[in-house]
Structure formats: structure tokens, C-alpha cells
């Protein structure tokens, strides 16, 4: 799982972060509202925590740009405003859910659980499935009928991402910042190697033909119809 958290108290920031690495979240961070925003238009995320007060584009203004592009990742937002307006105005821009400072670390977490799990993305044992195949985060693997494919690091993070975002289109660009970052020195050619890789695997399971070839543009993970 990825979580992109926006927040320009750095220290909280830092707080924030720690929390969701030790929970084995892979976290990317902006303090500034204008850096938040151009992660988030990436969609590669699996869930935003936002502040609503940033410098530059306020948080506010992020929520309604990204749903107006169609973009539906789970927004968290985080306010020391804690006005009956304030979180209707919050929710009505189209945040998923509110959280208002100071909080404990145990309520993020269980609100960031929540909505995952109001996504699809994890059911109340963490794994994540869709048929027969499926992901046990905990193993960092990818199971079969619970026959494991005995992934890599970075296969399982390419299935991860197929999985969260099952039937929907992925383009190469994405799964590549998503699966290898932002700051590496290779090219987006290297997905249709780990694409190669992992169809490889599941074929020993009769799986493969779930990952369907999008042609120009990348691919989606997607059953028989």
C-alpha cells in the first residue's frame, strides 16, 4: 500500500510518516500545497492524507481538482478546525473522512484502515483478492488458491497495485512510479519486463490471462467477462 501524506508541520509530518512506515506502508510526503498536489495528479496512490490548511494550493482546492479529474483515491483530511462548517465544507469538496488535530495515532490508523477497506482495496485481515488470486501483505506474496508464486519484492509490488486498482486501466507511467519511484535510473521499459515476469508466474497457476495488454497504453488486471 501507498500513502501520499500532505502536511506542512514537519515535525507531525515526520510523526505521520514513521507511523505508516512501521505499519509497512510505503509513504511518499509534500509540505507544501503546490508539491502535494502534483504527487497526488500521479494516481498512484492508495490513499491521500491532506491537511487543509498548506502554503500554495490549499487542501481544499487539491480535494476538488483531483475529483473533478476524475481521480477517486480516499482522501483523509486532517484540520485543526473542528466547526461543524468546516467539515461540511471538508466533505462536501469530496474528502472521504476527517480527522481533526490533535489525534491519536491509534484513530489514524483505524481511519485509514477503514477507508481501504471502503475502497476494496483490504479486507479485515489485511489481504487483498480478487477470485481465486491474491496478496497476503504480511508474507509480502502472492497467493493461488493458496499455493504461493513465491514473488520478488517488486513483483509483489506490481501485483499489489494491479489488484488494488482491479479493472481499471494502468498506464505504463504509473505502474513505473508507483512500483519503482520517482528518483531511479531506468525507463518505464522495465515494467513490460516485470509484467513478463509476473504473467510467468501466475501461468503456472492458469492465471496469466488476468493481466490484459492495453495496447499504447499499459494494462489492467481483469477477469473473464
Known amino acids: 500500500m501507498r500513502i501520499l501524506i500532505v502536511e506542512d508541520d514537519r515535525p507531525l509530518l515526520g510523526a505521520i510518516e514513521q507511523v505508516f512506515a512501521e505499519e509497512s506502508y510505503a509513504v511518499d510526503t509534500a509540505e507544501h500545497g503546490d508539491d ?3 504527487l497526488a495528479e500521479q494516481g498512484i496512490h492508495d ?3 491532506l491537511d487543509i490548511m498548506l502554503p500554495g494550493t490549499s487542501g481544499l482546492t487539491i480535494v476538488q481538482h483531483l475529483r473533478k479529474r476524475g481521480i477517486v483515491i480516499p482522501i483523509l483530511l486532517l484540520t485543526a478546525r473542528d466547526s461543524v462548517e468546516d467539515r461540511v465544507r471538508g466533505l462536501d469538496a469530496g474528502a472521504d473522512d476527517y ?13 485509514a484502515r477503514a477507508l481501504l477497506r471502503r475502497k476494496g482495496a483490504v479486507n479485515p485481515d489485511g489481504e487483498i483478492s480478487y ?17 504461493a508464486l513465491k514473488l520478488t519484492a517488486k513483483e509483489y509490488k506490481l501485483l499489489e497495485y494491479l489488484l488494488v486498482n482491479r479493472e481499471q486501466i494502468l498506464t505504463r507511467e504509473q505502474i513505473f512510479d508507483r512500483v519503482w519511484g520517482f528518483d531511479v535510473e531506468t525507463n518505464t521499459s522495465v515494467v513490460d519486463v516485470y509484467l513478463h515476469y509476473l504473467r510467468k508466474k501466475l501461468a503456472a497457476h492458469g492465471c496469466d490471462h488476468l493481466i490484459q495488454t492495453v495496447r499504447g497504453v499499459g494494462c489492467m488486471l481483469k477477469g473473464p467477462s
Open 99 to 111: 480527522l481533526v488535530k490533535p489525534f491519536a495515532v491509534a484513530e489514524l490508523l483505524a481511519r
Open 131 to 147: 477470485g481465486t488470486l491474491s496478496i497476503r501483505p504480511k508474507l509480502r506474496d502472492g497467493f493461488v488458491d493458496n499455493q
Open 47 to 49: 490513499l491521500i492524507v
Open 36 to 38: 502535494g498536489l502534483l
